[in-house]
């Protein structure tokens, strides 16, 4: 330790290590960066990060999982912000002057704003997104005809994973200017339906009874509130009826409705009861030079 004490510290080599400039100020002066501003910005990195870190980790220790989520994407967005904050304060307490760097390189933001315009219109749509609410984690959405589960939102994008287990990466602008079905939302449970014709001429209260013990037998289907069915239409060919339901997992709705047409079709061949199909009368008429004309009317 003694001998620690009585060396000869040189303290012109610290100082011209500590004022060497890396970025020259050039003939003219103005911006110009050394070793003890790098050093200043590491170190005013460094102690930001801890802080916004335990900042985090106060906010979001009694947090539920899906809220975690949503303030870790947003706080993610303000740390880029603290960080340009606290390098410009540091920079500008060491004395260098930021007005000269700033006016130069004026025309390069201005082309960089053009450019990530897009990005800057995800970003922001990110942030109202997770702010309002009106799309999280785990919730069953349609966009342009496709139905995913969201499984994660960041800030420039949202991700789903569709009924194909395939990987569906949605611009979070696209929230802001097309039309989103949220089925989840308000609650799980969501309605649905299936449709079937049965013949003319068949029992409708057998038909509505048998739809009815097909949706309260099918697993999957909630028992409340209760499966309904309704005699929707006198069609041309058939007597149109849907049996409605609810449901839990509007994600797996397909292999549901697939399900309890098995049953249906079974049950209606169980109780004599046909499904009809489509129907032409061809009426074949002579006239008066004996060539045969044809007319097609639907039954």
């Known amino acids: 330790m003694a001998s620690l004490l009585n060396m000869d510290i040189d303290w012109d080599k610290i100082r011209d290590f500590l004022t060497y400039e890396i970025i020259p100020s050039g003939k003219n002066g103005g911006f110009h960066f050394d070793t003890w501003m790098l050093i200043l910005a590491i170190i005013a990195i460094l102690v930001t990060t801890f802080v916004l870190r335990g900042i985090k980790k106060v906010i979001t220790r009694k947090m539920e999982d899906t809220d975690k989520l949503?303030?870790?994407?947003?706080?993610k967005f303000f740390?880029?912000?603290?960080?340009?904050?606290v390098v410009i304060t540091v920079l500008h307490s060491s004395g260098v002057q930021l007005t000269g760097l700033l006016t130069a390189s004026a025309a390069l933001f201005v082309g960089l704003g053009f450019a990530l315009q897009d990005l800057f219109k995800d970003i922001i749509a990110g942030v109202t997104i997770l702010i309002d609410k009106s799309v999280l984690v785990n919730d069953v959405i349609e966009m342009n005809n496709k139905v995913g589960r969201v499984f994660e939102v960041k800030l420039r994008s949202t991700r789903i994973i569709t009924r194909d287990d395939k990987i569906l990466i949605i611009p979070n602008h696209l929230f802001m200017s097309e039309s989103v079905y949220n089925y989840t939302q308000n609650h799980p449970k969501t309605r649905e339906n299936v449709?079937?014709?049965?013949?003319?001429g068949s029992d409708t209260e057998l038909v509505a009874k048998v739809l009815k013990q097909c949706a309260m037998d099918q697993k999957g289907i909630l028992k409340s509130p209760e499966p309904f069915v309704m005699f929707?239409?006198?069609?041309?060919?058939?007597?149109?009826?849907?049996?409605?339901?609810?449901i839990k997992d509007a994600f797996n709705d397909?292999?549901?409705k697939s399900a309890l047409r098995f049953s249906i079709d079974k049950a209606f061949r169980e109780h004599n009861i046909s499904i009809p199909f489509p129907q032409r009368d061809l009426h074949i008429i002579s006239n008066k030079s004996d060539q045969i004309t044809y007319d097609k009317t639907n039954d």
């Open 254 to 256: 397909p292999r549901i």
């Open 70 to 75: 949503k303030f870790e994407s947003v706080f």
């Open 195 to 200: 449709l079937v014709g049965v013949a003319y």
């Open 232 to 246: 929707n239409d006198f069609a041309d060919s058939s007597l149109n009826f849907g049996v409605y339901y609810f």
């Open 79 to 85: 740390n880029y912000l603290v960080y340009i904050i």
